[in-house]
């Protein structure tokens, strides 16, 4: 068993492999990368939109052989297959499983990527380690702090590496605002951190209860989530408006700007997390997930606040889902498609913008419902991820640090829920002087799944 500390040093792995280093490293993007004779094996968890878009990075830039797709979903997972068919180099359509146990079961596979809903990241990813491969896991990496506390000692039992899709820390332009404003030194001090999204984002509705279509396991997408009655196929936006599944806009957006803003600043666990919010307008649907929330991340002299509003305007309409590093001597603002350093009196503004690759790779272009901007950092994070797999070192955004800025999320969720601050003790596993938070950090699983704990793999 590997040591905790030495796995995951936070220090070590930012000192170490960076998105730059393997950018600069394997030259052409990746076609250098020193395992290029070894064809790896590659399976796909979950084969929606981003599950197939982190799939189609990792084969531009590196020699795979996709060999297993999975997905509970029949007309999704032929889809899938007949799209890694085209772009394999061998023209193989890889072996499709609806169960992702029996695809793990097979044992030849060195990388799984896991693309599912929220509420399945932790079981799938413990058990892609338990299989002896190496991981790429969809963020957030859990709808609990035990279950990243679950899949942080998995790691560590089964030493395999674990990249996280928090990849703004591999997004070209903003690697270049922390090199040259954050670590410059162009800010001063920093005591103020502003994040934010105001995307009218939150689907709403009451769509009629229906019959499972037959091509759907429904049963097996719920997992160990609440069985809600059936009301259309839950892809894309649908179930991320339900609580049983993920944690809301806090969960699945403010964990990107949090953890862009600790990453740039060096900063590990906030001391105190506190929130407030609820649903205060949009009442009219099933959507259980706040649509209006204010949390507060306390640090050293220094407190992160985060805001989302699923409704009316954004505070600052050219970044509407953003960070922003306040500093005695300027500001910066940054987001997926630019950054923008104010100086406060004189000194020059300087502004920076997404690095597009259309013409390095053309068949982004015609990707259905790719995101553009974030493609080339998505390649960037899966050149570190195979670094890390090369060199046996930590990728830049490592387990614990994701577990980090997912668990803090789901803290501030607890503590709106609660109405008070919360503080949580990653050695004793609980929320400081607060027994009815430390229970809260475990949920329930539905009857017949197991919640997994740190203790299972000591």
């Not at 960070?323 to 910066?332: A, D, P, R, V």
């Not at 987001?335 to 406060?344: C, G, M, Q, S």
Request: a neutral charge.
């Amino acid at each position: 068993m590997h040591n905790k500390k030495d796995v995951l040093s936070r220090r070590n792995f930012i000192k170490g492999t960076s998105s730059l280093m393997a950018l600069s490293s394997f030259g052409a993007y990746g076609f250098d990368f020193a395992s290029k004779d070894k064809v790896l094996r590659v399976g796909l968890i979950g084969t929606g939109w981003y599950g197939k878009s982190d799939l189609f990075r990792l084969m531009q830039v590196a020699n795979v052989e996709v060999v297993s797709l999975c997905d509970v979903d029949k007309q999704l997972l032929t889809e899938a297959g007949n799209l890694v068919a085209l772009r394999q180099k061998s023209k193989k359509t890889p072996r499709l499983y609806s169960n992702y146990k029996k695809m793990l079961a097979e044992k030849d596979l060195d990388i799984v990527l896991v693309g599912s809903p929220d509420h399945w990241h932790a079981l799938q990813g413990i058990d892609v380690l338990k299989s002896g491969a190496h991981l790429y896991l969809q963020k957030p990496i859990s709808v609990d702090v035990m279950e990243g506390e679950s899949l942080i000692a998995a790691a560590n039992k089964y030493g395999k590496v674990v990249q996280v899709g928090t990849q703004r820390k591999s997004t070209p332009h903003l690697v270049e605002a922390k090199k040259n404003i954050v670590d410059a030194g162009l800010l001063g001090k920093i005591s103020h951190v502003e994040i934010c999204c105001y995307y009218h984002m939150r689907a709403n509705g009451n769509p009629p209860v229906e019959t499972v279509p037959d091509f759907f396991d429904y049963d097996m997408w719920t997992g160990p989530a609440p069985l809600r009655p059936y009301d259309g196929l839950p892809h894309r936006r649908w179930w991320r408006t339900f609580m049983e599944y993920g944690n809301g806009i806090m969960g699945d957006m403010c964990v990107h700007m949090l953890d862009t803003v600790r990453w740039m600043l060096d900063l590990g666990w906030p001391k105190k997390i506190s929130s407030t919010g609820g649903i205060y307008v949009q009442k009219d649907g099933k959507s259980n997930i706040a649509d209006t929330q204010t949390a507060i991340f306390e640090f050293d002299e220094l407190d992160c606040v985060w805001n989302h509003r699923s409704w009316g305007t954004p505070a600052d309409p050219e970044y509407p889902w953003s960070f922003k590093l306040y500093g005695e001597n300027g500001t910066l603002s940054g987001d997926v498609k630019k950054y923008d350093f104010i100086p406060h009196g004189d000194g020059k503004k300087i502004h920076g913008d997404v690095l597009y690759e259309r013409e390095k790779f053309p068949e982004d272009l015609t990707e259905k419902d790719i995101e553009l901007h974030a493609a080339p950092a998505t390649r960037a994070h899966m050149l570190d991820f195979l670094a890390a797999i090369e060199n046996k070192t930590q990728p830049i955004a490592n387990i614990q640090e994701a577990h980090i800025s997912t668990a803090s999320c789901i803290l501030a969720n607890m503590a709106m829920e609660l109405n008070r601050p919360l503080v949580y003790d990653q050695k004793q596993l609980i929320v400081v002087n607060d027994p009815e938070a430390t229970k809260l950090l475990q949920r329930g699983y539905r009857e017949g799944w197991e919640h997994p704990h740190p203790k299972m793999f000591e």
